[in-house]
């Protein structure tokens, strides 16, 4: 069963950014269509950005031009660098596969605030 470890997260002025990763371990993440979620205080968890196994890319239209997902499949690990970023993107990051696993990690936060 695969095991994701988010991390990365933090406090960050708007404007800011950061970088997360997640790590993988029990499976190869390469062969999928790996995601980043976010849920932020009362909202629906919500897909915001998806690398296909093939290297193409898809955002949320509220992240696009802002955030950039990346994997290093020699790693096992995928990325979100997060720029511009902006206090309506608080929320807890998770990763895990596009049409996710049932098991998740424990996410990262991540707060934009002044």
């Known amino acids: 069963q695969v095991q994701l470890v988010e991390s990365g997260g933090g406090l960050v002025q708007p404007g800011g950014s950061l970088r997360l990763s997640c790590a993988a371990s029990?499976?190869?993440?390469?062969?999928?269509?790996m995601a980043w979620y976010r849920q932020a205080p009362g909202k629906q968890r919500e897909l915001v950005a998806t690398i296909f196994n093939y290297g193409g890319t898809d955002y949320a239209a509220s992240v696009k031009g802002r955030f950039t997902i990346s994997r290093d499949n020699a790693k096992n690990t995928v990325y979100l660098q997060m720029n511009n970023l902006k206090p309506e993107d608080t929320a807890v990051y998770y990763c895990?596969?596009?049409?996710?696993?049932?098991?998740w990690g424990q996410g990262t936060q991540v707060t934009v605030s002044s």
């Open positions: 029990g499976s190869a993440l390469s062969t999928y269509h």
């Open positions: 895990n596969r596009n049409g996710p696993w049932n098991s």
